[in-house]
């Protein structure tokens, strides 16, 4: 007689362990958490100034002194982030993004009080004797700043990557400069803030507007249904990019104007999703008996019936945050994007605005849009072939 082995595994665990299992989706989480890293700590990778400098045994970090309120609260994301994960607490989900917010807001509030960093930033400074001549400095790993067009070196402009012109200078650009004289590897790690925030804060948008609209959609049916799905087709028929046009053309580019219209705009996919799922979920036997024991709407919606649906939104998600970076990435390539930030789009615009097709310009900042779009894709897909039955029992008869 033989023992079955009834596994322990819960269902979450088992479909992020077939997901995580192929190695496309580990290159992509490799990129992925590459593009993290370079968008968590930008100040400290890329810079102009010293990170720690003793002069005259005096111990300084110029680097604290310009942080802005948005990197100590991408810092306190990342370590708060960090922390849950790390610590066996056994929170609920909404308790964990609770405390997520409390601590970016707690962030966010005392440092407009207390952080007062300079207005002005002038990078050629750090250059002179008071930051060069001193007893020791440790410097970042890329000592030039994204806004750095290092003018006190003359006329720089372009120039390709390991330059002679830059070697005289003692320079060091390893993927050359853009056409005002930045750095473009500064820019390039800088610029991934951009691009992961757009596409995350983006998605996550879309994503809490397509749950709530599309379950009531699915869960009540009828005359709900109707008009919700009147109102899909309405959304669906925006064209996305040519709405970010008229804003920018009207109110000004601002990176947060964009995230909520790529988020606004984007939502009827998610609903769709969602609607399907609740149309099968909402005659289930737990479903009934969550109504029959007069749990309230909102518990029987995103406790009992989410949970059992939200697998094929988390596929759509990837995808999604993959079309608001390509989204960004082709209004900064029109010119129409962000100014004083670095942007890969805008990178990609400066390859052909000379006279001359410049090389560098066009395959590094090119190259890491089609990367991180296809690192999404590929956790899209591999999630998909994870969740899905069919797909599962065909590679067990392999």
């Given at each position: 007689m033989t023992k079955q082995i009834i596994s322990q595994e819960t269902l979450s665990r088992r479909l992020l362990r077939k997901t995580f299992a192929g190695h496309g989706v580990k290159f992509a989480l490799f990129w992925i958490g590459t593009l993290i890293l370079c968008a968590v700590f930008a100040p400290f990778l890329a810079n102009s100034m010293p990170l720690v400098m003793s002069k005259a045994g005096q111990l300084s970090f110029p680097v604290l002194t310009y942080l802005s309120t948005e990197d100590l609260a991408v810092l306190a994301a990342f370590f708060t982030i960090l922390?849950?994960?790390?610590?066996?607490?056994?929170?609920?989900?909404?308790?964990?993004?609770?405390?997520?917010?409390?601590?970016i807001a707690a962030v966010v509030v005392l440092a407009n009080v207390y952080l007062k960093p300079p207005q002005l930033v002038i990078y050629d400074d750090f250059r002179t004797a008071?930051?060069?001549?001193?007893?020791?400095?440790?410097?970042?790993l890329i000592p030039y700043a994204p806004q750095d067009y290092l003018r006190d070196y003359g006329d720089t402009g372009l120039e390709p990557p390991?330059?002679?012109?830059?070697?005289?200078?003692?320079?060091?650009?390893?993927?050359?400069?853009?056409?005002?004289?930045?750095?473009?590897?500064?820019r390039m790690i800088h610029a991934s803030r951009i691009a992961l925030s757009i596409g995350i804060v983006a998605t996550s948008i879309s994503m809490i507007l397509g749950i709530i609209i599309g379950g009531f959609m699915g869960y009540f049916s009828g005359v709900v249904d109707m008009i919700g799905m009147r109102l899909v087709e309405?959304?669906?028929?925006?064209?996305?990019?040519?709405?970010?046009?008229?804003?920018?053309?009207?109110?000004?580019?601002?990176?947060?104007?964009?995230?909520?219209?790529?988020?606004?705009?984007?939502?009827?996919?998610?609903?769709?999703?969602?609607?399907?799922?609740?149309?099968?979920?909402?005659?289930?036997?737990?479903?009934?008996?969550?109504v029959a024991a007069g749990l309230p709407l909102h518990s029987i919606l995103f406790r009992h019936m989410l949970p059992n649906g939200v697998a094929p939104l988390l596929v759509a998600a990837s995808f999604g945050v993959a079309s608001a970076?390509?989204?960004?990435?082709?209004?900064?390539?029109?010119?129409?994007?962000?100014?004083?930030?670095?942007?890969?789009?805008?990178?990609?615009?400066?390859?052909?605005?000379?006279?001359?097709?410049?090389?560098?310009?066009?395959?590094?900042?090119?190259?890491?849009?089609?990367?991180?779009?296809?690192?999404?894709?590929?956790?899209?897909?591999?999630?998909?072939?994870?969740?899905?039955?069919?797909?599962?029992?065909?590679?067990?008869?392999?």
């Open positions: 922390v849950l994960w790390v610590l066996p607490l056994k929170l609920k989900f909404r308790v964990n993004l609770a405390l997520l917010a409390a601590v008071h930051y060069t001549e001193v007893d020791w400095r440790v410097m970042p390991l330059a002679g012109k830059a070697a005289e200078e003692q320079r060091l650009h390893l993927m050359g400069t853009e056409e005002n004289g930045a750095d473009v590897l500064s309405i959304f669906e028929a925006i064209p996305t990019l040519f709405l970010l046009l008229t804003f920018v053309a009207f109110f000004g580019r601002s990176l947060y104007m964009m995230m909520i219209i790529i988020g606004v705009t984007s939502w009827s996919g998610y609903a769709r999703y969602i609607r399907a799922e609740f149309l099968k979920l909402r005659r289930q036997d737990y479903v009934q008996a969550a970076i390509l989204a960004e990435a082709t209004l900064s390539f029109l010119g129409l994007g962000l100014v004083e930030e670095p942007s890969w789009g805008q990178m990609l615009d400066q390859s052909v605005t000379s006279a001359s097709f410049n090389w560098w310009m066009a395959v590094f900042p090119g190259g890491a849009i089609f990367l991180t779009v296809f690192a999404y894709t590929l956790i899209g897909e591999a999630f998909r072939d994870a969740i899905d039955p069919n797909l599962s029992r065909a590679a067990g008869v392999q």
